[in-house]
């Protein structure tokens, strides 16, 4: 007589089982070493092109939206030399821009008092992790043919940067702002880019300019070091008020 041996089917179920589990976890672990690769590469280096793009919108935006806050209050009647960039109640926040006019809350750009625009903090995506990554509000710049253009303190430009963003965020900021083709390399500045924190004067007249003139007559723009700061590197400025 043959005998059957018929197989134990809750046996194999739970081997299935088993093995399904091993599979997801497997899968898990892999996926969660790529995240932390991808992160530990730092911000804004591998950003994707349509990333990039979406970051570029939102630092154009909010800067146009100080110029906007510095505009009018220039049009209130409050001077050039009372204006006050300090942000010590933001996160992050330096007090290099304390000056006696900050005193009047009326004269602050950043808070509901004054200006009413509010503390953005640059997102890390833009960032390549080698400079502060906070705003700099300069008076010690000029941008070529933009306002007077005279080589002396009193014709410098009120400047707003973002320095030490990416390349791929650099070329996007460019495109949108029509300074160069889309991904077209950044224009190299070759000279040194003086950075004083605004406090109500005029410090310095250093310009803002590359050889071929890209950069002549361009509010917004990004642009590669050459001097000071260094090559390789990639910085944003903004023309809050032509002087």
Not at 142 to 147: P, Q
């Amino acid at each position: 007589m043959v005998k059957y041996v018929y197989p134990d089917i809750m046996q194999t179920t739970q081997s299935g089982n088993v093995l399904f589990l091993i599979l997801i976890a497997v899968a898990l672990f892999a996926a969660l070493s790529y995240a932390v690769t991808e992160t530990s590469r730092g911000g804004g280096m591998d950003i994707s092109d349509k990333r990039a793009a979406v970051v570029a919108d939102e630092i154009l935006i909010y800067m146009s939206s100080v110029e906007k806050v510095v505009q009018r209050a220039l049009s209130r009647g409050i001077s050039e030399g009372d204006l006050c960039f300090d942000y010590d109640e933001y996160p992050g926040a330096i007090a290099d821009y304390e000056h006696a006019a900050c005193a009047d809350p009326v004269n602050r750009i950043f808070g509901s008092a004054g200006g009413g625009v509010k503390w953005q903090e640059p997102t890390s995506e833009a960032l390549t992790g080698t400079g502060s990554g906070l705003w700099v509000f300069d008076g010690s710049n000029r941008v070529v043919e933009i306002g007077t253009d005279n080589a002396v303190a009193s014709s410098a430009d009120l400047v707003m940067f973002l320095f030490h963003v990416s390349d791929r965020v650099c070329r996007k900021i460019n495109e949108r702002a029509g300074v160069t083709a889309a991904d077209a390399a950044p224009p190299r500045d070759d000279v040194t880019v003086t950075t004083t924190p605004y406090i109500g004067t005029f410090t310095d007249n250093s310009r803002i300019s590359d050889t071929p003139g890209v950069l002549n007559r361009k509010q917004t723009a990004c642009f590669e070091g050459g001097g000071t700061p260094a090559g390789g590197t990639y910085h944003i400025y903004h023309v809050l008020h032509a002087r």
